[in-house]
């Protein structure tokens, strides 16, 4: 079909068409056919390395980032989920600060009840 219509097309448009130009007789007084002539113009088969193939395009979100994105909560809070320096609630669903240990404080003799920022503790992780 499309080799029918290579006489309308100029050459600069047809992606598959090519203009191949004859070999020239010396002698014979035949001329070489114009490069513009449907007789020059070929119709050739696309290569087989540009064959479409099926899609292999991977997921870039991991499947938790998937399901932190879909929590009806603010981004910041889901950013800190991510990150890890918020955790949601199991029992109320709020987002808040994972529970910390602080050298020298207890939480069941001596809480730390401060300001984080106001804490001098030379060490603080996180609970497991």
């Given at each position: 079909m499309l080799c029918a219509l290579r006489s309308r097309m100029p050459p600069?448009?047809?992606?598959?068409?090519?203009?191949?130009?004859?070999?020239?007789?010396?002698?014979?007084?035949?001329?070489q056919p114009s490069l513009l002539s449907p007789s020059a113009l070929?119709?050739?088969?696309?290569?087989?390395?540009?064959?479409?193939?099926?899609?292999?395009?991977?997921?870039?979100?991991?499947?938790?980032?998937?399901y932190y994105r879909k929590l009806p909560?603010?981004?910041?809070?889901?950013?800190?989920?991510?990150?890890?320096?918020?955790?949601?609630?199991d029992r109320t669903g709020q987002v808040k600060?994972?529970?910390?240990?602080?050298?020298?404080y207890d939480e069941k003799k001596n809480p730390y009840r401060g300001r984080f920022e106001d804490l001098r503790s030379p060490r603080v992780w996180l609970k497991d």
């Open positions: 600069s448009l047809g992606g598959r068409f090519t203009a191949v130009a004859a070999p020239a007789v010396v002698g014979t007084g035949l001329a070929t119709c050739t088969p696309p290569a087989a390395g540009q064959a479409r193939s099926t899609s292999s395009i991977i997921n870039s979100r991991s499947l938790l980032e998937q909560i603010r981004k910041k809070f889901r950013r800190a989920m991510m990150r890890g320096t918020m955790v949601m609630c600060i994972p529970p910390i240990a602080i050298s020298g």
